[in-house]
Antibody, heavy 120, light 112 residues
C-alpha cells in the first residue's frame, strides 16, 4: 500500500487551468493504477478518470473528455491531473487514489485532497 | 454508465445498536469470475475516503469485524453489527466493474 501526498490548495480564475500532483511513496508507479475523484462542497464523490502508468493508459469520464489530462512521471513517482477551461463548477476537493494492479479498481490508499477554488 | 443508488440518505444510529445501508446497481456487478465488483468506502468528517469492503464482502486490512458486506448481482448491503461513535461519517458504495467508475450518493450516519 503506497502513501499518497498531494499538492497544496489552489485558487484559479475562470477560464484558466490547474495541475494537481500526487506523489507516491512506499511503492513504484508501475505496480498501481491511479484514479482522480473530486468532491464539490457538500456533495458526493465523482470519478474523473484513471491512469495506469505502466502502460500509459488513461480512461476519462465522459463529462471531462477534452478538458482533462492525467499523466505520470515515473522518475519522481508522481501522477498529475490537469483540468482546463475552469469554471466555478470545478470548485471542489480533488483526491487521488491508488489501486494495486491485481486489485482492479479497488482503491485502498487515498491522498489527503487538494482544494481547488475557481473564482474571479 | 452504471447507476448506483443508496438508501437511506441519512441514518441516525444509537451506539451499540446495529445499522445497515442498502446499495443497488442498475446493472449486475457479478463478473464471470464469480466476484461482485462492489466496494464500500467511509468518509469520516474532514477526511479522505477510506476503503472498508471490497468485492462486496471482503473487509479491507485493519477494518473492524463489526463491519460486514453482503449481496450479489444488483443488491448489496453494508451492516455494522454494533455501531460505535467513531463510525460516524458518510458511507459510499462504488461499482468497480467497469469504467466509468460510479459511486452511490452516500449515506450519512450520525449518532442519535
Amino acid at each position: 500500500q503506497v502513501q499518497l501526498v498531494q499538492s497544496a490548495a489552489e485558487v484559479k480564475k475562470p477560464g484558466s487551468s490547474v495541475k494537481v500532483s500526487c506523489k507516491a511513496s512506499g511503492g513504484t508507479l508501475k505496480s498501481y493504477s491511479f484514479s482522480w475523484v473530486r468532491q464539490a462542497p457538500g456533495q458526493g464523490l465523482e470519478w474523473m478518470g484513471r491512469i495506469i502508468p505502466i502502460t500509459a493508459t488513461t480512461n476519462y469520464a465522459q463529462m471531462f473528455q477534452g478538458r482533462v489530462t492525467m499523466t505520470a512521471d515515473k522518475s519522481t513517482n508522481t501522477v498529475y491531473v490537469e483540468l482546463f477551461s475552469l469554471t466555478s463548477q470545478d470548485t471542489a476537493m480533488y483526491f487521488c487514489a491508488s489501486a494495486a494492479l491485481q486489485d482492479g479498481n479497488t482503491y485502498d490508499s487515498w491522498g489527503q485532497g487538494t482544494l481547488v477554488t475557481v473564482s474571479s | 454508465d452504471i447507476v448506483m443508488t443508496q438508501s437511506p440518505v441519512s441514518l441516525p444510529v444509537t451506539p451499540g445498536e446495529p445499522a445497515s445501508i442498502s446499495c443497488r446497481s442498475s446493472q449486475s456487478l457479478l463478473h464471470s469470475n464469480g466476484n461482485n465488483y462492489l466496494d464500500w468506502y467511509l468518509q469520516k468528517p474532514g477526511q479522505s475516503p477510506q476503503l472498508l469492503i471490497s468485492l462486496a464482502s471482503s473487509r479491507a486490512s485493519g477494518v473492524p469485524d463489526r463491519f460486514s458486506g453482503s449481496g450479489s448481482g444488483t443488491d448489496f448491503t453494508l451492516t455494522i453489527s454494533r455501531v460505535e461513535a467513531e463510525d460516524i461519517g458518510i458511507y459510499y458504495c462504488m461499482q468497480a466493474l467497469q469504467t466509468p467508475l460510479t459511486f452511490g450518493g452516500g449515506t450519512k450516519v450520525e449518532i442519535k
